[in-house]
């Protein structure tokens, strides 16, 4: 097994009996500067007219937004905690596969900024999310 399929395990094994469960979030990919992870759009996560319900976007981003700094980071040492999350609807979506990708647009010490962009099965953005991760020293 490779670092890559090693890290996906890990994260997709820490995610039993959370919230990320509930919804169905897996993680797919990830790389130097990113971290991909998906969400199967159906009744579960609709809201009451059938669309794509934003909390479930939202949790979504944030599940796919705090891991990133988190790989990022020296484990042993650091948490992640978010402190601010903002999101912009564009499209709504009915059924199928979202799919987010998390990349950090500033590292900084102590802080770090994140972007999420969440696209649909057919590639066209249906929301963009921003969370500011505090790391945290862990004592």
Known sequence: MSKKESILELLNNM???????????KYVDLGNDYLVATMPVNYRVHQPDGILNGGATMALAESVGSPT??????????SVRGIEFSANHLRSVKSGVVTATAKIIHKGK????????IEDDKNRMISICKITNFILENK
């Not at 102590?110 to 962009?117: A, G, P, S």
């Open 15 to 25: 995610c039993k009996n959370t919230l990320m469960e509930t919804l169905n979030i």
């Open 69 to 78: 700094s988190l790989l990022a980071i020296d484990r042993d040492k650091y």
């Open 110 to 117: 102590t802080i770090h900024l994140v972007e999420i962009k």
